[in-house]
């Protein structure tokens, strides 16, 4: 496609099920990135993957939230055991090349609600 | 602590008027400066940068950003706004050095009204 693609738009899920999250780069883009949008509390860092290299994890908050890219394009981001406190926009992105020289392409990303 | 902050939730302004939408950093370095804005429904998108070189960045849909060294700062404005202005801004900045963990702000609310 033509962007970024991010499925589901929504998700609602009760709490302590596990959801995973998909998200579809632009073809060729090497750089993905997951951050989460919670109301009043801007965008927060998950994960970051470039081409092969280990992913940068830092942002995770606990290790009930894991995500893999495979083949270097789709990646999934797995929320076990999810908590209220994880309902909050779950946002991709990808770039061409890592760095500031090309900016990052947003998805519309998944709103998910944890009952 | 790395960290971007708008001071502002939120920013009104008439159509036809200047606005001007807050950004500071503290990022160590240099650190590359960026404007997203978020329209409703919809994903993020670039508007501008500052890489290097003069210090007001022109970016999409006649916004500009200044970079003020000094003042830690990189204020968005736009000489004239738009009701179709109105959206979520977001100021981010990437430590250099760094390859890819854009530090967001809280993001600002700019509603313009008619």
């Known amino acids: 496609g033509a962007g970024v693609s991010q499925s589901p738009s929504n998700k609602v899920t009760e709490k302590g099920k596990d959801v995973e999250l998909r998200c579809d780069p632009i073809?060729?883009?090497?750089?993905l990135y997951w951050y989460r949008q919670s109301l009043g509390q801007g965008l927060e860092f998950l994960i970051y993957f470039q081409g092969n290299s280990a992913p940068d994890k830092s942002g995770l908050p606990s290790d009930r939230f894991s995500a893999e890219r495979t083949g270097g394009s789709v990646s999934t981001l797995t929320i076990q055991r999810t908590q209220q406190e994880d309902s909050a926009v779950y946002l991709c992105?990808?770039?061409?090349?890592?760095?500031?020289?090309?900016?990052?392409?947003f998805g519309q990303g998944t709103r998910l609600t944890v009952v | 602590a790395q960290s971007v902050a708008q001071p502002e939730d939120q920013v009104n302004v008439a159509e036809g008027n200047p606005l001007t939408v807050k950004c500071t950093y503290s990022?160590?370095?240099?650190?590359?400066l960026f404007w997203y804005v978020q329209y409703p429904n919809r994903g993020l998108q670039f508007l501008l940068k500052?890489?290097?070189?003069?210090?007001l960045v022109k970016g999409s849909y006649g916004f500009e950003a200044e970079f003020n060294k000094s003042q830690t700062s990189f204020h968005l404005k736009k000489p004239s706004a738009l009701v179709s202005d109105s959206a979520l801004y977001f100021c981010a900045a990437l430590r250099r050095g760094s390859q890819g963990n854009l530090i967001f702000g809280k993001g600002t609310k700019l509603s313009v009204k008619p």
């Open positions: 500052y890489i290097t070189g003069d210090n």
């Open positions: 992105a990808s770039s061409p090349v890592p760095g500031p020289n090309t900016e990052a392409f």
């Open positions: 073809s060729g883009h090497t750089a």
């Open positions: 990022v160590s370095g240099n650190p590359y």
